[in-house]
């Protein structure tokens, strides 16, 4: 297990130049783990690094080829979900999400947040999917990989076009976000609302700005994400907080004032997730961790590995998002507590399937009775 002062990094030359990656969370670009080689910027002594252009975003559309997503894992409180986009200009440092890009052989360093791919058939895959004659109502999680409402979101308008669809079909979503911009379709989540169609789900890692920017850099300011939560619960629309991930030594004592500044914005409940680092992620990780919070890393990665039997991470349903351990116990009975304190999660709320209908397709004409 490492200790304070055994952390284990790369070399240097890993890093790249800070006016490079302005703005962004990962730290380097290293080539993703399925790569016969690995790619890394390298000083050959000339200043040629100089030379190279910043990482900036580029968002590429894409025509999948299906959308609807499932899975089956005990850890989700759904097993189907859709991801407009793949990719995530937030630039969260700790995004479990990463390791994906590593798929269309990419780096989930600073490829992950700046080479972004836009579903923009997915409206029409998802209608589809919904008048399949076996298909049966569940709640769809919208956003559960990558954020449905990133920046890109604000002009492609393609979360709000699946968003329609749902509606049409009075189907169940629910959302998870760390953006503001979930207020501009305010309009479709209240007449879904009222029909106990939807609810939505903020992340709010930390209360300090600062911290809040390192951590996120191109995510909503915290207070940005209360006010999100105010409009909603104004609006009639169910709004959840959640604190996720709980990084030990870094984020962990804000818990009660997250949950409380939540509740007073108008949250009816909360959740939380612990850090979990998979793949790629423990290094990305660790190399934000040590240039931006350096005197904390030590303490950080032991508490984590004490939570994961000594490992970064543990995969096993049931541990991957609490932890094990004194540590991850005192965090569950200080949220619990926190809980009742500012009664959160006192009632159970369902979101309906009964009301599905399949509508008539444009131009379908009603058969002759």
Same mark, same amino acid.
């Given at each position: 297990m490492n200790t304070d002062c055994d952390i284990d990094?790369?070399?240097?030359?890993?890093?790249?130049?800070?006016?490079?990656?302005?703005?962004?969370?990962?730290?380097?670009?290293?080539?993703?783990?399925?790569?016969?080689?690995?790619?890394?910027?390298?000083?050959?002594?000339?200043?040629?690094?100089?030379?190279?252009?910043?990482?900036?975003?580029?968002?590429?559309?894409?025509?999948?080829?299906?959308i609807v997503a499932t899975n089956d894992s005990p850890d989700l409180s759904f097993d189907q979900s859709i991801n407009p986009y793949r990719g995530c200009?937030?630039?969260?440092?700790?995004?479990?999400?990463?390791?994906?890009?590593?798929?269309?052989?990419?780096?989930?360093?600073?490829?992950?947040?700046?080479?972004?791919?836009?579903?923009?058939?997915?409206?029409?895959?998802?209608?589809?999917?919904?008048?399949?004659?076996?298909?049966?109502?569940?709640?769809?999680?919208?956003? #559960?990989?990558? $954020?449905?409402?990133?920046? &890109?979101?604000? /002009? !492609?308008?393609?979360?709000?076009?699946?968003?329609? %669809? *749902?509606?049409?079909?009075?189907?169940?979503?629910?959302?998870?976000?760390?953006?503001?911009?979930?207020?501009?379709?305010?309009?479709?989540?209240a007449r879904m609302a009222e029909k106990q169609l939807v609810k939505v789900a903020l992340s709010v890692t930390s209360l300090d700005r600062q911290v809040a920017?390192?951590?996120?850099?191109?995510? #909503?300011?915290? $207070?940005?994400?209360?006010? &999100?939560?105010? /409009? !909603?619960?104004?609006?009639?629309?169910?709004?959840? %907080? *959640?604190?996720?991930?709980?990084?030990p030594g870094l984020n962990d004592h804000e818990i009660e004032g997250i949950l409380k500044a939540a509740r007073e914005a108008g949250a009816e409940s909360a959740s939380y997730v612990m850090l979990r680092l998979p793949l790629e992620l423990k290094e990305l990780f660790r190399e934000w961790l040590m240039t931006e919070f350096p005197n904390r890393s030590g303490r950080v990665i032991k508490l984590l590995q004490g939570m994961h039997y000594?490992?970064?991470?543990?995969?096993?349903?049931?541990?991957r998002q609490r932890g094990a351990g004194p540590f991850a116990e005192m965090i569950g009975d200080r949220f619990r507590k926190a809980l009742r304190r500012h009664q959160l999660n006192q009632r159970e709320y369902k979101l309906r399937t009964d009301l599905f209908e399949v509508p008539s397709a444009q131009g379908e004409q009603l058969g002759l009775i």
């Amino acid at each position: 297990m490492n200790t304070d002062c055994d952390i284990d990094l790369e070399p240097d030359y890993r890093i790249v130049e800070h006016e490079r990656r302005r703005g962004r969370g990962a730290r380097s670009n290293v080539s993703g783990r399925y790569e016969v080689t690995k790619r890394e910027d390298f000083d050959d002594g000339w200043d040629t690094l100089a030379d190279l252009d910043v990482f900036r975003t580029t968002v590429q559309p894409e025509q999948a080829k299906s959308i609807v997503a499932t899975n089956d894992s005990p850890d989700l409180s759904f097993d189907q979900s859709i991801n407009p986009y793949r990719g995530c200009e937030h630039g969260c440092s700790y995004c479990y999400a990463r390791p994906s890009h590593a798929h269309m052989g990419l780096s989930p360093g600073l490829d992950f947040e700046t080479r972004i791919f836009a579903k923009v058939n997915a409206a029409e895959l998802l209608e589809d999917a919904l008048r399949r004659k076996r298909y049966v109502p569940k709640t769809i999680a919208l956003g #559960a990989v990558t $954020d449905a409402y990133q920046p &890109a979101e604000k /002009q !492609l308008e393609i979360t709000r076009a699946a968003l329609s %669809v *749902m509606e049409h079909f009075n189907h169940p979503v629910g959302i998870v976000t760390k953006s503001a911009l979930v207020v501009r379709d305010i309009d479709i989540l209240a007449r879904m609302a009222e029909k106990q169609l939807v609810k939505v789900a903020l992340s709010v890692t930390s209360l300090d700005r600062q911290v809040a920017r390192k951590m996120e850099p191109r995510a #909503a300011t915290p $207070d940005r994400r209360l006010y &999100a939560i105010e /409009q !909603l619960a104004k609006a009639g629309v169910p709004a959840t %907080v *959640m604190v996720a991930p709980i990084i030990p030594g870094l984020n962990d004592h804000e818990i009660e004032g997250i949950l409380k500044a939540a509740r007073e914005a108008g949250a009816e409940s909360a959740s939380y997730v612990m850090l979990r680092l998979p793949l790629e992620l423990k290094e990305l990780f660790r190399e934000w961790l040590m240039t931006e919070f350096p005197n904390r890393s030590g303490r950080v990665i032991k508490l984590l590995q004490g939570m994961h039997y000594g490992r970064d991470y543990n995969s096993e349903f049931g541990h991957r998002q609490r932890g094990a351990g004194p540590f991850a116990e005192m965090i569950g009975d200080r949220f619990r507590k926190a809980l009742r304190r500012h009664q959160l999660n006192q009632r159970e709320y369902k979101l309906r399937t009964d009301l599905f209908e399949v509508p008539s397709a444009q131009g379908e004409q009603l058969g002759l009775i």
